[in-house]
């Protein structure tokens, strides 16, 4: 490659990889999206309702403050392509479209979406050439269900119109250095198309980011209210332990730092969804923490709260199996098909020990029902047949699913991952299956022609 080849591949990348774009709605999230934008080299329009806001921003006049921002977006040398307007008509047909308005809460308390379907009206209702393909990428935080919900109201009139979720994760006061760096790229989508031309543009002005998770719109959706509430809960979680501190005359900031070191050994990203929590120390605990919380006065605590929800999970186990017994005909149990087989009976794997594991709370309940129950753990038989001689207690998972009518999966023992799945359709009397630690997954469950439940996977 000679030295002007080198030049003309530049110039083609530059030139492919520049876009015409909007931004709609000019505040902390759109404004810092489009200074980044722009400074990578794409020709953004930023498009308000709020002709105060506009007027102010094409005198160079920033109605926010973030650091960096203003300098990024007007104060440099480098000529930007950037243009502010109240007018949704006047805008070019541009390549993709950033919502970005508020989505505050109504008045029932839930997300009010009507400034995101007012702004995708807009850009649908003005958009000149119906035959090129439009990006319509929302940014604005929105409860799941929302972009679907959108997708399919603007069905009649969006012919070549793309739906994108994208989230997004910046926090103000960082807001440019968190988009530029911090942020992850996801994307929810139904055409590969879009998601691939909205990554691109996105990584023309993110530094390569922390991680990308393209998926579904719900999947999208969901992440952005999962990590917002569960920076709530840390959040209320230390002012209650600061509020208990005080009690106790204990220090806060140490018993965060010793909290953190919890991080190790759970860390966030390995968590996994199961049947709920049992052994020798989390039930106990939790209890003990929650009745001296009481004690100290704080009755609805996040210990009180953790205690509910591991309860209410356990309940819905035995629910599950007996909705997966029951036929759409009939809604009672059938003498002739209710075998159920319990794959796991210690709290969690690699241990024999059952205090507290879901086995123990639901062999009775199961039993109660009249329903026949199978069971096999590799290590944790011999101490339940002390507590329980009326389960049949069986030598191998191929042998517990024989004439089975729902298999339920309760210890992620490794040696029930492997299991053959063609071996347990062809034995089971009926292909139920209810897979409380996600071991298979779902492809593979209807391939066997699987009913299953499992704990939230698609
Ligand atoms: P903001 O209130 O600062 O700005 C929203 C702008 O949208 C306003 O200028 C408003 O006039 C304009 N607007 C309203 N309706 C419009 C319409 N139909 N057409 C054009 N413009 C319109 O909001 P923000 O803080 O940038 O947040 C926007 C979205 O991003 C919200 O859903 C928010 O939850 C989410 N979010 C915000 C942050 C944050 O730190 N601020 C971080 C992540 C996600």
Redesign the pocket.
């Known amino acids: 490659m000679n030295k002007y080849s080198g030049l003309i591949l530049v110039f083609y990348t530059t030139l492919l990889s520049a876009s015409q774009i909007t931004i709609?709605?000019?505040?902390?999230?759109?404004l810092t999206l489009a200074a980044l934008l722009a400074d990578a080299g794409h020709a953004i329009t930023c498009?308000?309702?709020?002709a105060h806001?506009i007027a102010a921003l094409r005198q160079q006049q920033l109605p926010?403050y973030e650091p960096g921002l203003y300098e990024l977006l007007f104060n440099r040398d480098k000529k930007r392509d950037i243009h502010f307007t109240t007018a949704f008509d006047t805008i070019d047909d541009s390549d993709m479209h950033y919502i970005?308005?508020?989505?505050p809460i109504n008045e029932y308390g839930g997300c009010d979406c009507s400034?995101v379907r007012?702004?995708c009206a807009?850009i649908i209702n003005t958009r000149r050439n119906v035959d090129t393909p439009l990006m319509l990428v929302i940014?604005?935080?929105?409860v799941p269900g929302t972009v679907r919900m959108l997708q399919d109201e603007f069905k009649a009139s969006s012919r070549n119109v793309h739906f994108v979720y994208n989230?997004?994760?910046?926090?103000?006061g960082s807001?440019l250095h968190d988009m530029r760096l911090r942020n992850p790229i996801v994307l929810g989508a139904e055409s590969e198309y879009a998601l691939c031309q909205v990554e691109q543009v996105l990584t023309t002005c993110l530094s390569a980011p922390t991680a990308v998770i393209k998926t579904n719109f719900e999947t999208a959706e969901l992440i952005k209210y999962s990590w917002n509430t569960f920076s709530a809960l840390r959040i209320a979680y230390v002012n209650e332990l600061a509020c208990v501190c005080r009690s106790l005359g204990a220090d806060v900031m140490s018993v965060v730092h010793g909290l953190a070191l919890s991080e190790e050994l759970l860390p966030t990203k390995q968590l996994k969804p199961g049947p709920g929590y049992g052994g020798s120390c989390l039930p106990k605990d939790t209890t003990a923490f929650a009745h001296m919380l009481t004690n100290l006065g704080f009755n609805t605590t996040i210990a009180h709260r953790a205690i509910e929800s591991n309860y209410y999970h356990k309940q819905r186990v035995v629910s599950d199996i007996i909705s997966m017994l029951e036929t759409k005909s009939q809604t009672k149990l059938a003498s002739d098909s209710n075998t159920v087989t319990l794959l796991g009976l210690a709290f969690k794997a690699n241990t024999n020990d059952i205090r507290y594991s879901i086995a123990l709370d639901i062999i009775p309940r199961l039993l109660a029902q009249g329903i026949r129950v199978k069971a096999y753990d590799p290590q944790a038989m011999p101490v339940m047949q002390l507590l329980h001689q009326d389960v049949e207690y069986c030598t191998s998972a191929y042998d517990a699913i024989i004439d089975t009518d729902c298999i339920v999966i309760l210890t992620e023992w490794q040696e029930f991952k492997d299991l053959d799945l063609e071996i347990l359709a062809s034995w089971c009397r009926k292909k139920n299956i209810i897979d409380t630690r996600n071991l298979f997954n779902t492809h593979d469950l209807t391939k066997h022609g699987f009913r299953y439940l499992t704990m939230g996977t698609v």
């Open positions: 709609v709605g000019c505040g902390y999230v759109g498009v308000d309702i709020d806001k926010i970005c308005v508020p989505t400034y007012t702004a807009a940014k604005s935080t929105v989230p997004e994760f910046m926090r103000e807001a």
